[in-house]
């Protein structure tokens, strides 16, 4: 059991610093823990009928039972806010600003090597800037301020409410144990950028090699030729199983004087693609990436050809566990043990005097992709039924929807033209409809605006609230009032012509191309 050698302590029984002290028995309690620990886990307040023991029921068995079977049961666990909360709520700013004091000192008397945080209170209070648990958790965070290493993670009892997020967590208590271990993966690797003098070696290693991913860097999302965007590829990486290989490209125009290679000029980088894409058709070697549509459609917009895709690491992640993150970073972190290694949007785009951290970031994203195709690959074979969907229905699709993709959809700017008239003729007259009902001008897109008159003019029965305790307008809370007064079945319908107008209308404008629609 966690925390099993200490019994609990009250740190200060006299301690009135907020007003929890009222309802708290006991009043500001220690953790529950050896004297020496290499691992403080942190939570956000204890719970009532427990003696103020941090956690506790099914949350404490799930965290216990993570820490058992990862060689962590000896940790101390302690609390942010250190008297319980009336009716379990979460500790306000307040009272975490009266009890961090009491934490800082814990931890600076126990000395860990690591601190996990478990949900977002005390995440927030220790590691500034990492307010968003779904984005940092399972991340290895150092600073100079302190002597150990954190780690933000959800709650135990976050898990149970939302089942999807109890494989990341796992996830996070392993790779911990891994670091408190000294098990940590080495993932350093060898990378070249391709040049007059090595440009051979790279021919003669990419044809030799019988696998390779490929990643690139580009000026935005949009991968299809328009002369109305700057468009441009600024690294091409492929990654072997000796070392990667970065192929540099047009940076942007205003850098450009700053690219390295020889293809920045002529036909040279494009007949460079197409001879590779020729050497794997020819050799059968097998092309890897994550969500590599998007990498192949900007290759075949810009030089007319793509790699045939064989593995595509996003799917597999997605069909080996449909409830774990699917981005890159979050399984770089996962599984590999890598730590952050994300650049500015504008160093990806190549908005830069120097290129190197493009092309570094080019080369990580393309080793750590081949890496984890390798994992995912093991795993697949594991099971026959997720193996055959994989490659007999994911990959198949993806490639099919690669083509699709490429071909576009035709559209018919008349009727897009006449429908949008229609749809704006519609919204502006039950605008007007709304107002009169209201008898005064009223910002239908303001929530507040609306709350105000259907809740307090009107008189309507609020049958949602918001997090802030404000009458809520969302979707479901105005659907819940269909039918109880004019205004608001008007109201929905306004919302439903605005939502036609700005996705269907205006929206499409970003996703087309003379005639046709990406």
């Not at 975490?96 to 690591?114: D, G, I, Q, S, T």
């Not at 000294?182 to 003098?197: A, C, L, T, Y």
């Not at 404000?470 to 039918?483: K, V």
Request: charged fraction near 25%; aromatic fraction near 10%.
């Amino acid at each position: 059991m966690v925390g099993r050698s200490i019994v609990v302590a009250s740190l200060n029984p006299n301690c009135k610093l907020c007003g929890l002290w009222e309802y708290a028995e006991p009043v500001c309690v220690a953790g529950v823990g050896p004297k020496n620990p290499d691992v403080v886990i942190v939570s956000d307040s204890p719970l009532p009928l427990r003696r103020g023991i941090p956690t506790a029921g099914e949350p404490r068995k799930i965290l216990e039972r993570e820490l058992q079977k990862n060689g962590l049961q000896d940790a101390y666990i302690t609390n942010l806010v250190k008297c319980q909360t009336p009716d379990k709520r979460a500790p306000t700013q307040d009272e975490v600003r009266a009890c961090k004091p009491y934490l800082e000192k814990e931890l600076l008397e126990l000395n860990p090597k690591f601190v996990l945080t478990i949900g977002l209170p005390p995440t927030k209070a220790l590691f500034r800037g990492k307010a968003k648990i779904n984005q940092f958790h399972g991340e290895l965070i150092e600073n100079d301020r302190v002597n150990y290493i954190g780690m933000p993670t959800y709650h135990p009892a976050y898990t149970m409410r939302d089942p999807s997020k109890l494989p990341g967590f796992q996830n996070d208590i392993a790779r911990l144990a891994r670091a408190v271990n000294g098990e940590s993966q080495d993932r350093s690797f060898k990378w070249n950028i391709v040049r007059r003098g090595n440009f051979e070696t790279f021919i003669k290693e990419f044809t030799a090699a019988s696998e390779f991913a490929f990643d690139l860097e580009t000026s935005g999302l949009f991968q299809h030729k328009d002369p109305k965007r700057l468009q441009y590829i600024t690294a091409i990486g492929i990654a072997l199983p000796k070392r990667t290989w970065i192929i540099p490209c047009h940076m942007h125009p205003d850098f450009a004087q700053y690219g390295v290679g020889p293809w920045r000029r002529g036909k040279a980088l494009s007949l460079l693609l197409l001879e590779l894409v020729r050497i794997q058709r020819v050799t059968k070697k097998k092309a890897y990436g994550w969500n590599a549509k998007f990498d192949n459609l900007w290759l075949r917009n810009q030089f007319g050809a793509g790699f045939h895709l064989n593995f595509d690491g996003m799917l597999a992640a997605h069909t080996l566990n449909e409830n774990t993150a699917n981005d890159l970073t979050s399984n770089c972190r996962d599984f590999l043990d890598v730590p952050e290694y994300d650049i500015p949007l504008k160093w990806k785009q190549g908005i830069t005097e120097d290129p190197m951290p493009n092309f570094k970031y080019c080369a990580e994203d393309c080793t750590y992709t081949l890496q984890l195709v390798k994992l995912f690959q093991k795993q697949l074979k594991e099971s026959l039924p997720l193996r055959r969907l994989f490659y007999k229905l994911v990959m198949p699709a993806a490639r099919a929807m690669e083509d699709i993709e490429m071909e576009g959809l035709t559209v018919d700017f008349e009727a897009m033209e006449n429908i949008g008239l229609e749809l704006l003729s519609e919204k502006i007259q039950l605008e007007q409809d709304l107002n009169r009902i209201a008898g005064h001008k009223v910002n239908w897109n303001s929530p507040a605006q609306v709350a105000q008159v259907l809740y307090n003019e009107l008189g309507l029965k609020c049958v949602e609230w918001t997090k802030k305790k404000s009458p809520s307008t969302s979707e479901t809370a105005i659907l819940g009032l269909m039918g109880t007064h004019e205004a608001v079945d008007k109201l929905v319908a306004y919302r439903e012509r605005a939502k036609f107008i700005s996705t269907y209308i205006n929206g499409f404008q970003q996703f087309m191309v003379g005639d046709k629609l990406y």
